[in-house]
Nanobody, 116 residues
Framework: QVQLVESGGGLVQPGGSLRLSCTAS????????MRWYRQAPGNQRSYVAT???????IYADLVKDRFTISGDNAKRMVYLQMNSLKPEDTAVYYC??????????WGQGTQVTVSA
């Protein structure tokens, strides 16, 4: 069963915007927080942003002035609004959820390509 599903990736020009979405299945149970990570070719997966169940947010320094994470608890969804995109933002973006039992779940990723 797929427990986290990301969507919204694609090709965008430098300076453009994209909005990623992630839906968590009910099978995950209660969620403590959700995060976005990204992995560029040849690089390790790196942290992007966190949103807690209460709505607190945290960002990696590289994105904090350009990306916004938000969530809808009722829909069990988290979003990542990405503005002023740069070629170095090109990566596969992954959604992660930690439930109240401290289990981590990962989505399969969505490709974001920033190129002219």
């Amino acid at each position: 069963q797929v427990q986290l599903v990301e969507s919204g990736g694609g090709l965008v020009q430098p300076g453009g915007s994209l909005r990623l979405s992630c839906t968590a299945s009910e099978s995950i149970g209660g969620i403590k927080f959700m995060r976005w990570y990204r992995q560029a070719p040849g690089n390790q997966r790196s942290y992007v942003a966190t949103i807690t169940h209460s709505g607190d947010t945290i960002y990696a320094d590289l994105v904090k002035d350009r990306f916004t994470i938000s969530g809808d608890n009722a829909k069990r969804m988290v979003y990542l609004q990405m503005n002023s995109l740069k070629p170095e933002d090109t990566a596969v973006y992954y959604c992660q959820a930690r439930n109240i039992d401290r289990y981590d779940f990962w989505g399969q990723g969505t490709q974001v390509t920033v190129s002219a």
